[in-house]
């Protein structure tokens, strides 16, 4: 690699702040039914306690100066789950939207969506670019909301669309790199996420920014996406600042 490339990369993924804060977090919201079985509660209650998660979190993370928060909010796999919950987790999105809106925008919070828009219901669909709308001038926290997603669909659509490119002549195959593959992804112009957090105890990814999280660095809590407090939030944090991230090469410590 030459040193423009890894200047670039590290640049792609280096925390912004000298404090070591990750300049993009995102977030695996996992154990919303655990949570809500363990107190013999619908998974729906669960759910609802996620929320009040989601807003502490989303206060946190502004008040921090993180500057990408990146929430997996329903994946493109969650269809299979029973009609009524679907229909619950549409209810409850679109009520943080209508609800929390006018708070995220005095907060200077901009929201932006990224998943499938396709065969989306029209009222959700309207809502959520009324909410990108709504927050384009914000400067604060950039809220990912990541609905309708599954990083393999993302990368499909990206590949269909270069393809399309290259079909009608504007590149030539050996030409695409990895920039082209970026700025065709729902994510185009984010830096990768630095942290990805999964709440709950589980390990993996869940078809969630498969391409974003090459350099990622991981945390898993054990507790449930409703019991996911501030302080365990800074906790991720303050782990974070320990990683030593060395984005293929060898460390500081055998750097000379
Ligand atoms: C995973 O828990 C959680 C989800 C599939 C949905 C996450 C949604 C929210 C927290 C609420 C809506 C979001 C926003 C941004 C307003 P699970 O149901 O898979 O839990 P389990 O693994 O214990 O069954």
Request: with cysteine; net charge negative; proline share 4%.
């Amino acid at each position: 690699m030459t040193a423009t490339v890894q200047e670039e990369t590290q640049d792609r993924y280096a925390p912004a702040d000298p404090s070591g804060l990750p300049r993009h977090v995102a977030i695996i919201m996992d154990g919303n039914g655990r949570w809500a079985a363990l107190r013999g509660l619908p998974r729906t209650e669960g759910h609802r306690n996620g929320v009040k998660t989601v807003r502490q979190i989303v206060r946190r993370a502004g008040e921090l100066g993180i500057q990408y928060l990146t929430l997996f909010a329903f994946s493109s796999e969650n269809w299979s789950r029973p009609h009524a919950e679907v229909k619950f987790l549409m209810g409850l999105l679109r009520a943080y939207v209508r609800s929390d809106l006018k708070d995220l925008r005095e907060s200077n919070v901009r929201i932006r969506v990224i998943g499938s828009r396709d065969g989306l219901d029209p009222g959700i669909l309207s809502l959520l670019e009324q909410a990108e709308q709504g927050t384009a001038d914000c400067t604060g926290l950039e809220l990912v909301l990541a609905f309708n997603y599954g990083a393999r669909d993302e990368m499909v659509r990206a590949v269909r669309q270069l393809s399309l490119e290259v079909a009608r002549g504007g590149k030539q195959p050996e030409e695409i790199t990895s920039a082209d593959i970026e700025s065709h992804l729902d994510t185009a112009g984010l830096p990768d996420p630095d942290l990805i957090i999964r709440t709950s105890g589980e390990q993996r990814l869940s078809n969630f920014l498969l391409w974003q999280a090459a350099y990622a660095e991981f945390y898993f809590a054990p507790m449930h996406w409703p019991d996911f407090d501030c302080s365990a939030f800074e906790e991720a944090l303050s782990c974070f600042k320990n990683r030593e991230r060395r984005f293929g090469g060898v460390g500081a410590a055998v750097s000379t």
